[in-house]
């Protein structure tokens, strides 16, 4: 069934994948940044398993990381980010973006929403915009 659906959801798979790259991307960047991108993947991945809704599982851990994602997003602070001696709340506050992360991933994996070649494309994008290097002339 996945595989029926997957052509419905080409360009939000070409989304999702860019997003992904942005997260991947971006380890250092601002914590509510990172919180944003989970909730952009978060409701990408939504809307590829709307023909999806009836299996339970899925449905519990789509509003398990909605809940997660609203926590976030109520517990941010932005000195967390910018004061040195707030580490602890930001070792915190990465941990939970983590486990978030994992339960999306867990969705995208067990209902095959990212395919090999969409992950090339998005990826080939990424080093073919690269200057510089041996092939260029």
Avoid: C
Avoid at 86 to 101: G, H
Avoid at 107 to 113: F, K, V
């Amino acid at each position: 069934m996945a595989s029926q659906t997957y052509g419905k959801n080409t360009s939000l798979a070409w989304h999702l994948a860019e997003a992904l790259k942005a997260y991947i991307y971006s380890p250092s960047g601002h914590l509510d940044h990172r919180t944003d991108l989970l909730g952009f993947i978060s409701g990408t991945v939504q809307s590829m398993l709307d023909w999806k809704t009836k299996d339970e599982e899925t449905v519990r851990l789509l509003a398990e990381v909605e809940t997660d994602i609203a926590y976030l997003e109520a517990n941010y602070e932005p000195v967390i980010d910018d004061l040195p001696y707030m580490f602890e709340k930001k070792a915190a506050y990465r941990a939970e973006q983590r486990s978030v992360m994992n339960k999306i991933l867990t969705l995208i994996r067990s209902n095959d929403l990212l395919s090999n070649s969409v992950m090339r494309e998005v990826y080939a994008g990424k080093w073919g915009d690269r200057k510089g290097g041996s092939n260029d002339e």
